[in-house]
Nanobody, 123 residues
Framework: QVQLVESGGGLVQPGGSLRLSCAASGSSLSINTMGWYRQAPGKQRELVAAIIVGGSTNYADSVKGRFTISRDNAKNTVYLQMNSLKPEDTAVYYC?????????????????WGQGTQVTVSS
């Protein structure tokens, strides 16, 4: 099994910054893609940013130039540095991790979600 623990959300004024973290734990993990999604009230969940094991990144157009995703492979942790935050960034942010793990001698795929962390941008 794979567990994800998120941290770093909160209330911030427009123009401020926050840093989200998500740590994955489990036995014999091999993580491919780590990413962040968000869901605002009344809207569908959307991809914010993703990073693959080689370091290539992908961002939603709405956050390009303001958000930076990074990962620490040794710690199985992904980060999202959010700068120049806007009220429209207000949402619950979810970590998403894709990879494989061994269950006994069986290699299994997994896709896990974090519990979500609230980010509110308001004056």
């Amino acid at each position: 099994q794979v567990q994800l623990v998120e941290s770093g959300g909160g209330l911030v004024q427009p123009g401020g910054s926050l840093r989200l973290s998500c740590a994955a734990s489990g036995s014999s993990l091999s993580i491919n893609t780590m990413g962040w999604y968000r869901q605002a009230p009344g809207k569908q969940r959307e991809l914010v940013a993703a990073i693959i094991v080689g370091g290539s990144t992908n961002y939603a157009d709405s956050v390009k130039g303001r958000f930076t995703i990074s990962r620490d492979n040794a710690k199985n942790t992904v980060y999202l540095q959010m700068n120049s935050l806007k009220p429209e960034d207000t949402a619950v942010y979810y970590c998403n991790v894709v990879g494989t793990y061994y269950s006994g001698y069986i290699l299994r795929d997994f896709r896990s979600w974090g519990q979500g962390t609230q980010v509110t941008v308001s004056s």
